[in-house]
Nanobody, 112 residues
Framework: QVQLVESGGGLVQPGGSLRLSCVAS????????MNWYRQAPGKQRELVAQ???????NYADSVKGRFTASRDNAKNTIYLQMNNLQPEDTAVYFCNAQGTIWGQGTQVTVSS
């Protein structure tokens, strides 16, 4: 059974940082386009970052310059380094593979 398991969420003050991880039981992992999405209360799920097979990345305008997505194909893992977090970043963050496979999500709360 294919699984994506996120970790690293939590409560952080504005201006703080968190690093999310997602381990995927996909093989071969390297061929999958991987994504980070988030969903805030009462809002639609939105794409935050996309990591291509070769590692190139694209970001939502709202997180450019603050978030960095990456992948380690040897560990079947993707990461989302989130810096200068703001209250509007509060959401459940989901790992996604190829647009169709989802993790269970990890809560990120930014509050003083």
């Amino acid at each position: 059974q294919v699984q994506l398991v996120e970790s690293g969420g939590g409560l952080v003050q504005p201006g703080g940082s968190l690093r999310l991880s997602c381990v995927a039981s996909l093989s071969p992992f390297s061929i999958y386009v991987m994504n980070w999405y988030r969903q805030a209360p009462g809002k639609q799920r939105e794409l935050v970052a996309q990591i291509a097979r070769g590692g190139s990345t694209n970001y939502a305008d709202s997180v450019k310059g603050r978030f960095t997505a990456s992948r380690d194909n040897a560990k079947n893992t993707i990461y989302l380094q989130m810096n200068n977090l703001q209250p509007e970043d509060t959401a459940v963050y989901f790992c996604n593979a190829q647009g169709t496979i989802w993790g269970q999500g990890t809560q990120v709360t930014v509050s003083s």
